[in-house]
């Protein structure tokens, strides 16, 4: 068992019940302390812990580390490391904040408040990619805009189907975003119009962060893939469907999704998911043998969106799982380097919108509404069918066992009126 | 007029008829000498001038610059400087070099001859779109692939059809490829098959590289954009057709596309490419207001293609012209942000196959073999319908009026079988 992981470990940090962050969680992210420094840190409880403070006190000696590694303002350094490395980290953490171990001086330049600090993007994104793995998402988008006898794309069931997207306009949870405004084509018009997006809408995701890959040419297997993943992150894909709808044919979704990309501000490693892999769904027809994969490689990671309007209280809008994945993410990083194309540290993968079986666990408005004619009511005695000026979408993730739980806290993002 | 554009000027370092690179031109690049150092350079005939060793002997006095902008592996920091030290720089860099001046000293530090030095990419690209801004080629494609009589989409007169590609395998010229392995469905066949792509494609492209735009959520105006325009190249965007044709629906090209893009090492300026300028196509119907512009946009760039099979001469494939595309950089610019997406010093969008109106103008064998039903005959007598193992596919580009030619010397790649 991976040391970290020890489920009957308990911090001389407090942890609350239903924390997303206690020791066994151990995730990294970048954050600015009070007095105006960023380093990278780590989580427990509601205490960041400030590893650039760590490493100079001497915590982490033993462990071949550069001297500036948590000095930096993304973990990309970090995660160039490798897997063995960020593991012996994480394993020291736990130790050093174990209860039977006694308080560390130097509390007040190690550890901060949560509130105090201000999160950073985790990681300086090289290249993004998001992928379409859900099946129920892209059989309810298929029923709707195609053809609900043939949902699927003849590929869907070959191919864990993915596109590139923008790097630049990924920010992390708490950034406010404008509604995006671009070309549409109303219904039964003959010229497209420009305005504001009508029809703005979230997608649950996940994304996981990669480490270096191999060089140009070179392919990664189903079997080596999560030495590469160094850990998950929630994702909120906004995309604006009016403009996605104009502009998609022939060669994908562009500006109805580059004006942003939300995620959750901690890096949860895929150690410390480990505990909650489950099966995925059965793969019929039989995959090639370059997706054929051994062992359970999905997770079971409960997940949830609510719809916060302005002023008033939230309502959850869906909850989701992310074992409902049909690809999962070995078989996404298999197939994106199957030609040879070569991955780095830092770059991230999104799953696409993960939907569920049941219209209370579709993971986009655009399902959930049924293309707006089944607005949803909110606890204020609104409706909604996409998402309005003002209002704030928040998405969240855990797992849970044997009454243990580990989180990814929330991504949260207020939709300002278009500039 | 640009100062470093002088037409009359002449430089005391040789330059031979028909070269691509008299002191008018002045691009940016980086390389590494025969001593291992890696630095930021320009070129004047056949030879590279370090750009790092001049700026430490004080040539560059007056202008703000950092001590060590010249000495890094990319020309980002020097790019996110903006256009008037780019000016500025060319500008000293034309008067250094300019034969009414003395030689100067250090030559032994400052001058290298092209054959010794190694040259890199040039700039790290941090996001990578292309755009689809080709009449005749999406003409061409529609014809082949959907319907003669409708071949264009509905969209693609009223947006410069865009999508993101990856930056991670952009590679400079003379770096070879291997060819791609992946899945494609053989005609007639029910079940995908998976093995080394069969239909190699080029295409014939340039792209642009940007400055640092605005915050996210603001937009680049037609008007606004060639500011932040640094320069062009010549791209080969290399495409599997038969991994293409049955990956890329519905979210557009993934692995078809990236295993490998090729680009020319030189970065010309815009400044350099003034002279050039001349009218696009008439745009009709009439575009919407944020993509108006007022000016010449297009500029007359003669580019071509040649095939040089092993260890024989090469064969020129298509000739055609920059000119020619309907949607220009600035309306690709303006278009690209029009939603508050941000860019970067150092990003890379690409112009879509360029193709002229006739056949022996095509700029991708897709369209030159139409499908493969007219195959090409090289010099040796050996036929193309696409790209075979170590054939070597080079492009060129130059610009040339009143005696003048300012060029991008070449991308050249050499395709190794399959790993």
Known sequence: MIKANDPNRKSWIPVEKD??????????GVFETTRGDVTIGTRIGDTAIDLAALHQ?????????????????????????????????RDKIAEIFD??????????????????????????????TDFYSSREHATNVGTMF?????????????IPVGYHGRA????????????????????????????????????LETAFITADGKPLGDNITTAEAEDYIFGMVLFNDWSARDIQKWEYVPLGPFLAKNFASSISSW??????????RTAGPTQEPKVLPYLEYEGDKNYDINLEVAIKPENTEETCVSKSNFKYLYWNMAQQLAHHTINGCNIHAGDMMGSGTISGPTPDS???????????????????????????????????????????????GEVSTKVLPAK
């Open 362 to 408: 579709y993971g986009s408005m655009l399902e959930i509404s049924w293309q707006g004619t089944k607005p949803v009511t909110m606890k204020d005695g609104t409706e909604r069918k996409f998402i309005l000026d003002n209002d704030t979408v928040i998405m969240r993730g855990y797992c849970e066992n044997n009454g243990l739980r580990i989180g990814f």
């Open 57 to 89: 006190l001497g915590y982490f000696e033993g462990i071949e580390l550069p001297d500036d590694i948590f000095m930096q303002e993304s973990l990309n350094p970090f995660i160039s490391l490798g897997k063995p490395t960020w593991r012996a980290v």
């Open 168 to 203: 630049s306009s990924i920010i992390p949870s708490g950034t406010p975003i404008h509604r995006p405004k671009g070309q549409t084509m109303p219904k039964d018009a003959t010229e497209p119009v420009f305005g504001p997006c009508k029809l703005l809408d979230f997608e």
């Open 19 to 28: 924390s997303d962050f206690p020791i066994q969680n151990i995730p990294f």
């Open 146 to 158: 195609r053809d609900p006898d043939n949902a699927l794309m003849p590929n869907w069931l070959h």
């Open 267 to 276: 890096i949860v490693t895929l150690d410390a998911l480990e505990p909650y």
């Open 99 to 128: 209860s039977n171990n006694i308080e560390i001086k130097h509390k007040a330049e190690v550890l901060h408040e949560m509130p105090s600090v201000k999160m950073k993007l985790p990681v300086e994104v090289g290249d993004y």
